[in-house]
């Protein structure tokens, strides 16, 4: 190429650049002016992020002298993309300081999902847990963790839809020892309490109430069985109601005292210590079922 043919593609290459610049300025409206930076926005209906996203006013996804902690500057998001030594990345959402949630009109919903890669049942969704650093890494202080019930308990055939049982596990670290230790075991109305390991299963699974493993307990006894009060009735024709309370363990209690209503009615009574649910005898005769209602006052229809 001659001389003057390369400098006047030079000159040409130059001006476009200079021409593109300029006019990327001019089309953008994040620009200096009149000394103040305006605000860049993004607005996308979607946004896929690969391998990481970094929320941060330094640029560092970690915080000054915390890089090992991996304590985020602000929000740091990963993927499964692999690392750079080529090893599997770690997917998780890393954030510094507060994490505030708001709704309207639907109240909080925090859930674990997990499951295993056949598509069969993680029977231990997640924890919680509380961790302090020692000795180069984050370690558990304290956990709470969700599990399903066994299948010697509720074989895997019958679980369904309607029927997925679970409990919670509470387990803390103690002086001297080295893996966490089941402090309390609780679901299906049910609790054991106790000093932790027994030969490393945990404690075992309660089949009463509450059970405690070592210690001392103090019984409270079984609240008396609340009598109904009639709140209204169609007028259909005289009938009796009565309760009977039903514990956790299936133990009934005894029969209430009745009420008279002038026809089918509505009752509502107080709750009562111990009781699980309760069973309505109207005229004499149990109906079938057994009614669980939340709240101070339970409140129930006959439906004849």
């Known amino acids: 190429m001659k001389t003057k043919e390369f400098l006047l593609t030079v000159l040409v290459s130059a001006g476009t650049t200079l021409v593109m610049t300029k006019g990327l300025d001019w089309c953008y409206p994040a620009r200096v002016m009149a000394g103040e930076e305006a605000n860049r926005e993004l607005t996308v209906d979607r946004l896929i992020v690969r391998k990481e996203l970094i929320v941060s006013d330094t640029g560092k996804p970690w915080d000054t002298g915390f890089?090992?902690?991996?304590?985020?500057?602000?929000?740091?998001?990963?993927?499964?993309?692999p690392e750079p030594d080529g090893k599997p990345g770690t997917a998780g959402l890393w954030v510094?300081?507060?994490?505030i949630k708001s709704e309207i009109d639907d109240p909080f919903d925090d859930r674990f999902h997990a499951i295993n890669r056949d598509g069969s049942i993680f029977k231990a969704p997640g924890?919680?847990?509380?961790?302090?650093?020692?000795?180069?890494?984050?370690?558990?202080?304290?956990?709470?963790?969700g599990e399903g019930l066994e299948y010697n308990e509720v074989p895997k055939e019958m679980w369904s839809g309607g029927n997925h049982p679970g409990r919670?596990?509470?387990?803390?670290?103690?002086p001297h020892h080295g893996e966490p230790l089941t402090d309390a075991i609780l679901?299906?109305?049910?609790?054991?309490?106790?000093?932790?390991?027994?030969?490393?299963g945990g404690l075992p699974y309660p089949t009463e109430v509450l059970q405690l493993w070592g210690g001392k307990?103090?019984?409270?006894?079984?609240?008396?069985?609340?009598?109904p009060r009639v709140i209204k009735d169609d007028g259909s024709g005289e009938h009796r109601y009565a309760l009977i309370t039903v514990g956790p363990q299936g133990n009934r209690g005894p029969l209430s005292a009745s009420v008279v209503a002038k026809g089918f009615a509505t009752l509502a009574w107080d709750s009562a210590n111990g009781a699980d649910a309760f069973i309505v005898v109207r005229d004499g005769q149990e109906l079938p079922g057994v009614l669980r209602i939340e709240g101070s006052e339970k409140r129930w229809t006959d439906k004849r």
């Open 67 to 81: 890089e090992q902690h991996q304590i985020p500057r602000g929000m740091v998001v990963r993927s499964l993309a």
């Open 168 to 174: 919670l596990r509470f387990q803390s670290f103690r």
């Open 187 to 200: 679901g299906q109305g049910k609790m054991s309490l106790g000093g932790g390991g027994y030969g490393g």
């Open 127 to 145: 924890h919680i847990s509380w961790n302090v650093w020692l000795d180069g890494a984050w370690r558990q202080v304290v956990n709470i963790q």
């Open 96 to 99: 510094r300081s507060r994490i």
């Open 217 to 227: 307990m103090e019984h409270m006894p079984v609240g008396k069985t609340p009598t």
